[in-house]
């Protein structure tokens, strides 16, 4: 099984819905991360969690929510569905490093589509 | 801010042979590390080599390998003896303040 796994893998949705997106992990790490990845960019960071009661806005947070419901688990919320959010998003872990993260494991992505 | 960039939007290589792939980064930290992920059209993020900055030696990892020059603040990627499934988008990333920064990614074609 994948160490760390999102679901769904794929969602096609209305603008104004919400949607939730979530993300499972077996790794043990304690952080978390939520990123959105635009054609012809790299991965953009919406939110992290060092842990259950430490979560912090990403760059583009605007617009989304998350939710730590244990340390295995991080949900990304869209409240309200936009077109522009038309991105694939990625789940990543990372265990502590010392003062600098250390390596990232993703997710295999979810694509979203919001029409 | 710190910054990551690859100038080479595509690459394309005969298979067997060996490709350079450039990333250049700017931080004003003096801990760090650098990392070059691939994602294949399945479209998962797998991390290929990883360096970390206070080591002088570069990392190396089967066919893969990285050309880090400190002073210049460049991590070049070589692949040696390129193969068919080597095929995919290239991103080289920087860590900053717990956070990854991320270079615009280098598509790679293998042609056989």
């Known amino acids: 099984d994948a160490d760390v796994t999102q679901t769904p893998r794929n969602r096609i949705t209305k603008t104004g819905k919400r949607i939730m997106l979530e993300c499972s992990q077996t790794k043990g790490h304690d952080r978390m991360y939520w990123y959105r990845q635009d054609p012809g960019l790299g991965l953009r960071l919406i939110y992290y969690s060092f842990d259950v009661k430490d979560i912090n806005k990403g760059e583009i947070s605007d617009g989304y929510s998350v939710s730590r419901q244990a340390q295995a688990k991080f949900s990304l919320s869209l409240e309200s569905a936009i077109p522009n959010q038309t991105a694939l998003y990625f789940c990543?872990?990372?265990?502590f490093g010392g003062g600098v993260t250390d390596t990232q494991y993703f997710g295999p992505g979810t694509r979203l589509t919001v029409l | 801010a710190q910054t990551v960039t690859q100038s080479q939007p595509e690459m394309s290589v005969q298979e067997a042979e060996t490709v350079t792939l450039s990333c250049t980064y700017d931080t004003s930290e003096s801990d760090y590390y650098l990392f070059w992920y691939k994602q294949p059209p399945s479209r998962q993020m797998i991390l290929v080599i990883r360096?970390?900055?206070?080591k002088q030696q570069n990392a190396t990892e089967n066919r893969f390998s990285v050309n880090f020059q400190k002073a210049a603040k460049s991590f070049s990627l070589k692949i040696s003896d390129s193969q068919l499934g080597d095929a995919a988008m290239y991103f080289c990333a920087l860590t900053s303040n717990y956070q990854l920064i991320w270079g615009a990614g280098t598509k790679l074609i293998i042609k056989p």
């Open positions: 990543a872990t990372s265990d």
């Open positions: 360096q970390e900055a206070y």
